[in-house]
T-cell receptor, first 112, second 116 residues
Framework: DAKTTQPPSMDCAEGRAANLPCNHS???????VYWYRQIHSQGPQYIIH???NNETNEMASLIITEDRKSSTLILPHATLRDTAVYYC?????????????FGQGTELSVKP | GAVVSQHPSWVICKSGTSVKIECRSL??????MFWYRQFPKQSLMLMAT?????????EQGVEKDKFLINHASLTLSTLTVTSAHPEDSSFYIC????????????FGQGTRLTVV
């Protein structure tokens, strides 16, 4: 199973872009990269996912390197409500149709 | 996005009693649901995978007789913590996936269990 490595914490100024890195050097060809976030005492919230190409939605952009060994989640204009723990997850394939195994994530603090 | 609802949001129970937590997919059918547990300041830990109409698959180290999972319909999975003890106090979270390769999972809001 591919593992991910994320910095334990990051700060970002409100209104600025937040760039959250993730290393997944052992990712295999058919594994997707998923990003979720968890605001304190809530269930995780899906943000975005991708396989090879960069992806963008209303919440964020996902940049995946050409060798797929790392990725960056970009929150273009961080707000105080983006303060959360962000999880980068590589989809685990199993007979059960793909479990999500959470690492420790990055605790993002958006400051005024 | 799809909605997954958990009930109750929080529960306090006495040691030795059993507690049932429900997880419902409100606007889609989920053949597979997942149950997680999260202790304070820790990440989510997968407990088991729940499949509609069949036995759940438990992760290593999770007692299947203590954490009973039932997935009787395509929209409902339940987790029963039997003979609860204070060390079972935790945040329990379920998720359901729309299905297919690459599709995202949606999580419930979690259930805070406190065993006194």
């Amino acid at each position: 199973d591919a593992k991910t490595t994320q910095p334990p914490s990051m700060d970002c100024a409100e209104g600025r872009a937040a760039n959250l890195p993730c290393n997944h050097s052992t990712i295999s060809g058919n594994e997707y990269v998923y990003w979720y976030r968890q605001i304190h005492s809530q269930g995780p919230q899906y943000i975005i996912h991708g396989l090879k190409n960069n992806e963008t939605n209303e919440m964020a952009s996902l940049i995946i390197t050409e060798d797929r060994k790392s990725s960056t989640l970009i929150l273009p204009h961080a707000t105080l409500r983006d303060t959360a723990v962000y999880y980068c997850i590589v989809r685990v394939w199993s007979n059960q149709g793909g479990k999500l195994i959470f690492g420790q994530g990055t605790e993002l603090s958006v400051k005024p | 996005g799809a909605v997954v609802s958990q009930h109750p949001s929080w529960v306090i129970c006495k040691s030795g009693t059993s507690v049932k937590i429900e997880c419902r997919s409100l606007d889609f059918q989920a053949t597979t649901m997942f149950w997680y547990r999260q202790f304070p300041k820790q990440s989510l830990m997968l407990m088991a995978t729940s499949n509609e109409g069949s036995k759940a698959t438990y992760e290593q180290g999770v007692e299947k007789d203590k954490f009973l999972i039932n997935h009787a319909s395509l929209t409902l999975s339940t987790l029963t913590v039997t003979s609860a003890h204070p060390e079972d106090s935790s945040f329990y979270i379920c998720s359901a996936r729309l299905g297919g390769l690459g599709t995202e999972a949606f999580f419930g809001q979690g259930t805070r269990l406190t065993v006194v």
